[in-house]
């Protein structure tokens, strides 16, 4: 277990502020186990270092070679659009073209595609709710008209039923008049053929 | 008249632009530590020049998505890493169904031939073989790569410290190993 103000692995690698490594430094000239510490440390990686980076033994694909070439027709794009020149150029006449053609024709917003669908979701909501009124109000409608028409048709009939039974009760009254008349009149017949005698 | 190197934000930027021999260039000044990094970590030159090539690849389709090209260093090995750990991990696969080697341990590659043929190298590459995949692979950003601590947390993806942790274990292990070889006059 090391003693050392900092980690001895640390002021090998060299992450020590030199202000660590001074205090270090003294503490390894001092500490007879830290100093042979940081020698063995300092071994290793000496000797790890001793490795050298290989050369790359084959040269590897470069993107410009043959099997990562992109096709003519990418080619004869790329070359096109490669030109910041070419595509400002394009990025205005296609902004003269939509400025002229809105000019002349103003087609409703385009929605965007999510927009889209949710237009049409919302207009086939709306469909469905009008003709489920529509269908609500014309059976509505419809109901009342024959309840109208059936109470219509009641008040009449007890209009004719009532109309039938006064012409009656007066074809009644006026057969009970008659009657009375007619036996008034016999009396009076026979009174004056009385007095003649 | 002054000449200045280009640098590597200027070939990225003009690589992305679809520049194919920046690009290139690019690749010329980086390829070498890169496959010794993946010839260290795999400890076979024909998979690490493999997975090199894969690491280019990655890297030039992928160009649009380093955001600072200033950290392209770090962006390149974080390819390297995961391309050398995927391989590890279709070759654990692909050992276990086939059984060829004993089971279970981190190690990988401790029967196969050392790459550096004389003797000291044999030393340090047996020694490194017997760290763990992940040990193995911090001494390597670290001593041969020449990494700082927070952009080897960036390649591997962990925090400054555990990639410490790694590195101090990893370097235990190779002093207990390699000191006393040292000492005696193994060199």
Redesign the interface.
Same mark, same amino acid.
């Given at each position: 277990m090391s003693c050392s103000p900092f980690d001895l692995r640390d002021y090998i690698l060299g992450e020590l502020a030199a202000d660590e490594r001074r205090q270090v430094d003294r503490h390894i000239r001092a500490c007879h186990g830290c100093h042979d510490d940081v020698e063995r440390l300092r071994t290793t990686h000496a000797t790890l270092l001793a490795l050298r980076d290989e050369e790359i033994p084959q040269r590897i694909g470069f993107v410009s070679d043959k099997v990562f070439e992109p096709s003519g027709w990418r080619r004869v794009w790329q070359a096109f659009w490669g030109s910041s020149a070419r595509l400002g150029f394009a990025s205005a006449a296609v902004l003269s073209i939509a400025l002229v053609a809105f000019t002349f024709y103003r087609p409703a917003a385009a929605p965007a595609a999510s927009d889209v669908t949710a237009a049409r979701v919302e207009a086939a909501v709306a469909q469905r709710v009008a003709a489920a009124v529509d269908k609500a109000v014309a059976e509505t409608e419809t109901r009342q008209a024959r309840r109208t028409a059936d109470l219509l048709s009641a008040a009449e009939q007890r209009f004719e039923q009532q109309r039938q039974a006064d012409m009656q009760n007066v074809a009644e009254r006026f057969s009970v008049l008659e009657k009375r008349y007619n036996v008034e009149r016999l009396l009076m017949a026979r009174n004056d053929s009385r007095g003649e005698k | 008249m002054i000449f200045r190197a280009v640098e590597d934000p200027d070939l990225i930027g003009r690589a992305r632009?679809?520049d194919?021999?920046a *690009? =290139?260039l690019l690749?010329s000044r980086w390829?070498? +530590?890169v *496959? =010794?990094y993946l010839?260290?970590i795999t400890g076979e +030159?024909e998979e690490a020049?493999d997975l090199?090539?894969e690491v280019?690849?990655k890297a030039?389709q992928h160009l649009r998505k380093l955001e600072d090209p200033a950290r392209f260093a770090p962006w390149l090995f974080r390819i390297a890493h995961n391309e050398a750990f995927s391989s590890f991990r279709k070759r654990k696969v692909e050992s276990d169904v086939l059984a060829m080697t004993e089971a279970g341990g981190e190690e990988i590659g401790v029967e196969r031939p050392p790459?550096?043929p004389i003797e000291?190298?044999i030393?340090?590459?047996t020694a490194l073989t017997r760290l763990t995949e992940e040990q193995r692979e911090t001494?390597v950003l670290?001593?041969?790569q020449g990494f700082k601590?927070e952009e080897i947390a960036e390649i591997l993806s962990c925090p400054v410290s555990t990639v410490k942790s790694r590195?101090?274990a990893g370097?235990d292990a190779?002093?207990a190993q390699?000191?006393p070889?040292?000492?005696r006059g193994v060199?």
């Open positions: - | 632009r679809g194919v021999e *690009y =290139n690749i390829v070498k +530590r *496959y =010794n010839l260290r +030159r020049l090199s090539q280019f690849l030039y790459v550096f000291l190298s030393a340090v590459t001494v670290k001593i041969y601590f590195l101090y370097l190779l002093k390699l000191a070889l040292k000492t060199s």
